[in-house]
Structures are given as structure tokens and as C-alpha cells.
């Protein structure tokens, strides 16, 4: 049962009878002839609302509880943010988060609860009646088509299928008034396609209904150096008091709890903080726990396991009750199947699928692989006894993104070199934060064939790369062509002023990608430049610049661009020829080694 800790009578009356006075006022001003009598009539109408939107957003599924949504803070831990200036926010009163601006951007990786965040920013400000909350679920946008409307067309829309019974023209002057908080959720989950029209569209419309708060949450991304009327606060990993709180909180096997508390305290977090610090590979963690057995390292190793542990496993939340298996597939089958399901659901930017997608990916699959089966079968167990997938209503999506990230790696190891090379270039190039945001599915993408990914995706991609830049003739026209803009800005950690960029689309997706090659090759990115030498030219170009002023390259005094191509000369150019010589190198060894073989075979 939900434990609703005021009545929740009394929470909504409060929030209306604080909110809805500022609303109707507005709502006066603008129309004389209002169809609402008093206020009580349209506190009525958006009681209904938050009613309707209190139940859905405090319920929520998890790998956890899979079945049957539970109540948010039976299981939430609050997090801190950091706003960059060394200071964290608290976030159990949501107040909080607003005292310095009312527009914020909240970045975390997959898996850190961006989420429960937002859902817990939405009911504390019922609970504390200092906002009426609006939930916006971007990545409804990708399965409508608005780019003919404007965003407030699409929010009405929603708060409608909200049960917020209002007007258009009425709704739309109530967004003056200044009493709402509207949560755009997932920003990275929209389509590429929609990208451009929808940031616009959000930028203009948070200019004009500038009284309201608005929160946006998103996988990080270097695009947000340009949203100025927004601060960006990322959400913090677990320290060890909150990783176990939150352990302590899950409704599980008790005994096990009890063992997996204590092994966490004493040195698992220590040893396996990368996990244990973000609350979707912590509830893995202890789901897969066995005690004594050790836990892998690598994330991806860690899906493998968790996929094997979960598949096979008894229900430890029904303590010793075994699920039987429709399809009745081995693991490594089952593997498969969800690898092609997350290849090619991944690819298409799809977060949630309906019934049909499925029918349609599965259908394909048997008849490529000559076998027969039912969907049902593969939704039962994969939503019921391997806890990969969670049903929403009609659509299906992954228990996680990142697990659909990790199974679409394992479906592209899967393909022939010729497709695989054609499906990660173009995906590498469709958007620049492709590479940056899937983390998982790169790191998992190097791990499982690190020879191939070389092959595939980094040589290829280094190789157009270095035909763009000799096209591109001097290093003016270089800089010009890669580089939108700079802007110096303030690094309040070390209390001096830095010099900040963003990219071109172009070259974008190859910068992220630099850093996944130097890591798999072993080499420290840092140590091919002279840093030194960088460090002092960057200060000396940013010396005489505004704090958050940007400049474009055809702008800059001739003194400025002289100073600017040695910068970036000593780094991002250094970084690319490192790597072309290290590509021909590859190329060399790897060809080699083959043929001799060749030749050791044929001698035999």
C-alpha cells in the first residue's frame, strides 16, 4: 500500500487555495467575460489535474518493482547537485533548487536518476503547494509531428490528456501568471529530426512566459553553453551514506539485504564505486548478489553477468519462487533475441516500442534465424523472469536505457564488417552527441570487439576526418570551418578564467570519439600536447575578454587569431595527427599478422 504520509486531501486543498487566486486574477485581466464564476469553480478543474497527475507520478515502476508500481519515497534517495561553483544543492526541498535562478538544466549519465528526480520535484511542489508542476514527456514529441506548431500547442495537449479541462486561449493566459513549474523531461530522448525546431522552441518559450520555473533534464551535452537563460546543475553520484539508505530502503529478501548492507559498507563501495554510486547499478548489484561471488569490473562485463544472473535466477522479491520460462530459450538465445531487438530499436531512437514494432523485429528475426516463435512468449519472459524489459499501458521499453545499450552492442558485434561499418558511421555522424551520450554502448561496443570497432568506426572516421582538413587548406580556414565559436569563462574551482569552445556538427562527434580511442589504446590524451606551453597561451588570449563573452573566429583581432592557432595547433590538431599515425600503424600490423599466418599455414 501507499504510504502517504498527509492526507492527501489536505495537501491538494492547500495547493490550490495557494495557487489558484494568482491564476484567476490573470485569468481576469485577460478575459472579462470569464466562463468561471469564482474561484472555487476553476480550483475544481485543476484539483482534477493534480489529482490525476499526483497518482501517476508518485507511482513508479522499476526493475525493482516491476509489476505493480510503488510509491516514489518508499524506495527514493535524494541526491545532491552541483552547480558549479563547488557548492551542492540539496534537493529534498525542491526550493532549493530555485533559490539562485528559476530556469535550470539537470545533467547526470544514464543511470543516476534523472528520472525519479524530476518525479520527486513534481510531487514536492504539490506537497509544499509553493507551485502547480507541469510533466512534460519530451519524447511523446517523436510520435507526433508539431514542427508545423508551436511547443505550447504540444504542452496544451498534454496537460489536456492530463485531465487539466481548460480552454486553449484560457490555458495559454494562465502561463502568465507565474504559478507553474514545468518539468520538460528527457531532452535526449527526442529525435534528432525534431532537435533543432524543439530547442528553439523551448528557448522562446521560456523568454515569453518568463514568470514560470522551468526545469530540463538531459544527458550532458556541450550545446548547453548556449542556453544562457538557463544554469546547468549536474546530479551527484551516491556517496556511501546515500548508496546505503537507499539499499536499505528496498522492499527485498531480507537476509540477503542484511549480508549485501553490510559487505557494501565495509568495502564494496570502495571497491566498486562506479557502480555502487549510481542507483540503477546499485539495485543491480544487489539483485545479482551472491555473496562471495565477485563482481566484474567493466560495465559491460557487469550487464553480461547481471543479464545471466536475472535470466536464470528465483525471484528473490518472492523469495524462493521460481518463474517458468515460456519461450523456453537458453540464455545465449535469449541473448540474441534481445541484442537484435536492442540493435535495431536502438538505432531507430526508439525509447518505448509498442506491441506491433515487437511482432514486426521478431517476426524478421525467427525467419532470418528459422525459428518460431510467439511475441507473447518473449515479452512474458522478458519482462517477468529476466527483468530486461518493463511494460508501460501498451508500449514496452528496456528495464533501462542502458541495458537497451548494451544488448544493441552485442547485436552490432553480431553483423558482417561491411554492414557494421555502414551503420556506426552514419550513426556517429546523424548527430553530434551520438557518441557522447551513449556511453554505455561504446564502452560495451569496445569491450566486446575493441579490433573491430578500431576497424569499423575509429580508422574510417579518422580517415574522412584527415581528407576534410587538407580540403579545408590553412589553418585560418581550419578554425573557422571546426570552431562555432569561443567564450572565456570562469573555472571557480581554480579561480581563473579558461578558454571554452563549442564545435561544429561536423567535427563534433569525432572530438567525443578522440577520447574513446586514447583510452582503448592506453594512451593518457593530456601527455601528446605540451600542456604547459597551451595552458600559458590560453591565458594570455583570454586575459583581456569579458567573463561569458563569445567571440567567432572572423571577429578576432589578427594579434588574437595568431595566438588562437597556436592553441589550438598544440592540441586538437596534435591530437588528430597523433592519431593518423597510429591509424597507419594499425593498419600495417594488423595486415601483417594476418598474412603470416597465411604464409605459416601454407607452409605446413
Same mark, same amino acid.
Given at each position: 500500500?501507499?504510504?502517504?504520509?498527509?492526507?492527501?486531501?489536505?495537501?491538494?486543498?492547500?495547493?490550490?487555495?495557494?495557487?489558484?487566486?494568482?491564476?484567476?486574477?490573470?485569468?481576469?485581466?485577460?478575459?472579462?467575460?470569464?466562463?468561471?464564476?469564482?474561484?472555487?469553480?476553476?480550483?475544481?478543474?485543476?484539483?482534477?489535474?493534480?489529482?490525476?497527475?499526483?497518482?501517476?507520478?508518485?507511482?513508479?515502476?522499476?526493475?525493482?518493482?516491476?509489476?505493480?508500481?510503488?510509491?516514489?519515497?518508499?524506495?527514493?534517495?535524494?541526491?545532491?547537485?552541483?552547480?558549479?561553483?563547488?557548492?551542492?544543492?540539496?534537493?529534498?526541498?525542491?526550493?532549493?533548487?530555485?533559490?539562485?535562478?528559476?530556469?535550470?538544466?539537470?545533467?547526470?549519465?544514464?543511470?543516476?536518476?534523472?528520472?525519479?528526480?524530476?518525479?520527486?520535484?513534481?510531487?514536492?511542489?504539490?506537497?509544499?503547494?509553493?507551485? /502547480?508542476?507541469? #510533466?512534460?514527456? &519530451?519524447?511523446?514529441? $517523436?510520435?507526433?509531428?508539431? =514542427?508545423?506548431?508551436?511547443?505550447?500547442? *504540444? %504542452?496544451?495537449?498534454?496537460?489536456?490528456?492530463?485531465?487539466?479541462?481548460?480552454?486553449?486561449?484560457?490555458?495559454?493566459?494562465?502561463?502568465?501568471?507565474?504559478?507553474?513549474?514545468?518539468?520538460?523531461?528527457?531532452?535526449?530522448?527526442?529525435?534528432?529530426?525534431?532537435?533543432?525546431?524543439?530547442?528553439?522552441? /523551448?528557448?522562446? #518559450?521560456?523568454? &515569453?512566459?518568463?514568470? $514560470?520555473?522551468?526545469?530540463? =533534464?538531459?544527458?550532458?551535452?556541450?550545446? *548547453? %553553453?548556449?542556453?544562457?537563460?538557463?544554469?546547468?546543475?549536474?546530479?551527484?553520484?551516491?556517496?556511501?551514506?546515500?548508496?546505503?539508505?537507499?539499499?536499505?530502503?528496498?522492499?527485498?529478501?531480507?537476509?540477503?539485504?542484511?549480508?549485501?548492507?553490510?559487505?557494501?559498507?565495509?568495502?564494496?563501495?570502495?571497491?566498486?564505486?562506479? #557502480?555502487?554510486?549510481?542507483?540503477?547499478?546499485?539495485?543491480?548489484?544487489?539483485?545479482?548478489?551472491?555473496?562471495?561471488?565477485? %563482481?566484474?569490473?567493466?560495465?559491460?562485463?557487469?550487464?553480461?553477468?547481471?543479464?545471466?544472473?536475472?535470466?536464470?535466477?528465483?525471484?528473490?522479491?518472492?523469495?524462493?519462487?521460481?518463474?517458468?520460462?515460456?519461450?523456453?530459450?537458453?540464455?545465449?538465445?535469449?541473448?540474441?533475441?534481445?541484442?537484435?531487438?536492442?540493435?535495431?530499436?536502438?538505432?531507430?531512437?526508439?525509447?518505448?516500442?509498442?506491441?506491433?514494432?515487437?511482432?514486426?523485429?521478431?517476426?524478421?528475426?525467427?525467419?532470418?534465424?528459422?525459428?518460431?516463435?510467439?511475441?507473447?512468449?518473449?515479452?512474458?519472459?522478458?519482462?517477468?523472469?529476466?527483468?530486461?524489459?518493463?511494460?508501460?499501458?501498451?508500449?514496452?521499453?528496456?528495464?533501462?536505457?542502458?541495458?537497451?545499450?548494451?544488448?544493441?552492442?552485442?547485436?552490432?558485434?553480431?553483423?558482417?564488417?561491411?554492414?557494421?561499418?555502414?551503420?556506426?558511421?552514419?550513426?556517429?555522424?546523424?548527430?553530434?552527441?551520438?557518441?557522447?551520450?551513449?556511453?554505455?554502448?561504446?564502452?560495451?561496443?569496445?569491450?566486446?570487439?575493441?579490433?573491430?570497432?578500431?576497424?569499423?568506426?575509429?580508422?574510417?572516421?579518422?580517415?574522412?576526418?584527415?581528407?576534410?582538413?587538407?580540403?579545408?587548406?590553412?589553418?585560418?580556414?581550419?578554425?573557422?570551418?571546426?570552431?562555432?565559436?569561443?567564450?572565456?569563462?570562469?573555472?571557480?574551482?581554480?579561480?581563473?578564467?579558461?578558454?571554452?569552445?563549442?564545435?561544429?556538427?561536423?567535427?563534433?562527434?569525432?572530438?567525443?570519439?578522440?577520447?574513446?580511442?586514447?583510452?582503448?589504446?592506453?594512451?593518457?590524451?593530456?601527455?601528446?600536447?605540451?600542456?604547459?606551453?597551451?595552458?600559458?597561451?590560453?591565458?594570455?588570449?583570454?586575459?583581456?575578454?569579458?567573463?561569458?563573452?563569445?567571440?567567432?573566429?572572423?571577429?578576432?583581432?589578427?594579434?588574437?587569431?595568431?595566438?588562437?592557432?597556436?592553441?589550438?595547433?598544440?592540441?586538437?590538431?596534435?591530437?588528430?595527427?597523433?592519431?593518423?599515425?597510429?591509424?597507419?600503424?594499425?593498419?600495417?600490423?594488423?595486415?601483417?599478422?594476418?598474412?603470416?599466418?597465411?604464409?605459416?599455414?601454407?607452409?605446413?
Amino acid at each position: 500500500k501507499m504510504n502517504i504520509p498527509v492526507p492527501f486531501g489536505d495537501i491538494l486543498e492547500k495547493e490550490v487555495i495557494t495557487n489558484i487566486p494568482k491564476i484567476y486574477q490573470k485569468l481576469k485581466q485577460i478575459y472579462n467575460d470569464l466562463q468561471f464564476k469564482t474561484e472555487e469553480e476553476l480550483g475544481v478543474v485543476y484539483q482534477e489535474y493534480l489529482q490525476f497527475t499526483y497518482k501517476k507520478y508518485s507511482t513508479v515502476k522499476t526493475l525493482l518493482y516491476k509489476n505493480e508500481g510503488k510509491f516514489l519515497y518508499d524506495f527514493y534517495e535524494h541526491v545532491y547537485l552541483d552547480d558549479n561553483n563547488s557548492d551542492l544543492i540539496e534537493t529534498s526541498n525542491t526550493e532549493l533548487i530555485f533559490e539562485k535562478t528559476s530556469n535550470v538544466i539537470l545533467t547526470g549519465t544514464g543511470g543516476i536518476g534523472k528520472s525519479m528526480l524530476v518525479k520527486h520535484i513534481f510531487i514536492n511542489q504539490v506537497q509544499q503547494a509553493t507551485s /502547480i508542476p507541469i #510533466f512534460i514527456e &519530451l519524447k511523446s514529441l $517523436n510520435e507526433s509531428d508539431f =514542427s508545423e506548431n508551436e511547443l505550447v500547442d *504540444f %504542452i496544451y495537449q498534454e496537460v489536456q490528456n492530463h485531465h487539466l479541462n481548460l480552454e486553449k486561449k484560457y490555458f495559454k493566459a494562465t502561463l502568465y501568471a507565474g504559478r507553474y513549474t514545468i518539468i520538460f523531461d528527457g531532452l535526449d530522448e527526442v529525435n534528432p529530426s525534431k532537435r533543432s525546431w524543439l530547442d528553439k522552441e /523551448i528557448k522562446e #518559450f521560456v523568454t &515569453l512566459y518568463n514568470s $514560470n520555473r522551468y526545469v530540463l =533534464s538531459s544527458r550532458p551535452s556541450e550545446e *548547453f %553553453i548556449g542556453w544562457n537563460q538557463f544554469a546547468e546543475y549536474e546530479i551527484q553520484k551516491l556517496n556511501r551514506g546515500q548508496a546505503l539508505a537507499l539499499i536499505d530502503k528496498l522492499n527485498y529478501d531480507e537476509k540477503v539485504k542484511r549480508r549485501f548492507y553490510r559487505e557494501l559498507k565495509d568495502h564494496l563501495y570502495d571497491t566498486h564505486e562506479s #557502480f555502487a554510486s549510481i542507483p540503477l547499478l546499485l539495485t543491480i548489484m544487489l539483485m545479482t548478489y551472491e555473496a562471495g561471488a565477485s %563482481i566484474p569490473n567493466n560495465l559491460t562485463d557487469f550487464y553480461n553477468q547481471a543479464f545471466y544472473t536475472l535470466y536464470q535466477r528465483h525471484d528473490a522479491s518472492k523469495s524462493g519462487y521460481k518463474r517458468e520460462l515460456k519461450a523456453k530459450l537458453t540464455p545465449e538465445e535469449f541473448r540474441n533475441i534481445l541484442a537484435y531487438i536492442g540493435l535495431k530499436t536502438f538505432f531507430e531512437g526508439k525509447v518505448d516500442f509498442d506491441r506491433t514494432t515487437l511482432d514486426e523485429i521478431i517476426t524478421k528475426y525467427c525467419f532470418k534465424n528459422n525459428l518460431e516463435l510467439k511475441t507473447n512468449d518473449i515479452v512474458y519472459d522478458a519482462t517477468h523472469s529476466a527483468c530486461m524489459m518493463l511494460q508501460e499501458g501498451v508500449s514496452l521499453k528496456f528495464s533501462h536505457r542502458s541495458f537497451q545499450e548494451y544488448f544493441a552492442a552485442v547485436g552490432v558485434n553480431q553483423l558482417d564488417d561491411k554492414l557494421q561499418k555502414q551503420i556506426l558511421i552514419r550513426w556517429s555522424e546523424a548527430d553530434r552527441n551520438n557518441i557522447r551520450s551513449h556511453r554505455t554502448f561504446m564502452n560495451a561496443l569496445f569491450t566486446i570487439q575493441k579490433e573491430r570497432t578500431f576497424k569499423n568506426l575509429c580508422i574510417p572516421i579518422i580517415e574522412s576526418m584527415d581528407e576534410k582538413y587538407r580540403r579545408m587548406g590553412d589553418i585560418t580556414e581550419r578554425i573557422s570551418t571546426c570552431f562555432k565559436y569561443f567564450i572565456c569563462s570562469k573555472d571557480s574551482r581554480e579561480n581563473k578564467l579558461e578558454l571554452g569552445f563549442l564545435l561544429t556538427n561536423e567535427v563534433h562527434f569525432y572530438f567525443s570519439l578522440q577520447f574513446l580511442i586514447f583510452d582503448n589504446i592506453g594512451v593518457n590524451i593530456s601527455s601528446i600536447s605540451d600542456y604547459e606551453s597551451i595552458e600559458k597561451l590560453e591565458a594570455s588570449i583570454v586575459s583581456n575578454w569579458k567573463i561569458d563573452e563569445r567571440k567567432h573566429y572572423n571577429m578576432l583581432t589578427d594579434d588574437e587569431k595568431c595566438l588562437i592557432n597556436k592553441w589550438v595547433n598544440g592540441w586538437y590538431f596534435s591530437r588528430h595527427n597523433y592519431l593518423k599515425e597510429w591509424s597507419i600503424k594499425f593498419i600495417e600490423e594488423t595486415t601483417t599478422q594476418k598474412r603470416s599466418l597465411q604464409n605459416i599455414i601454407d607452409s605446413i
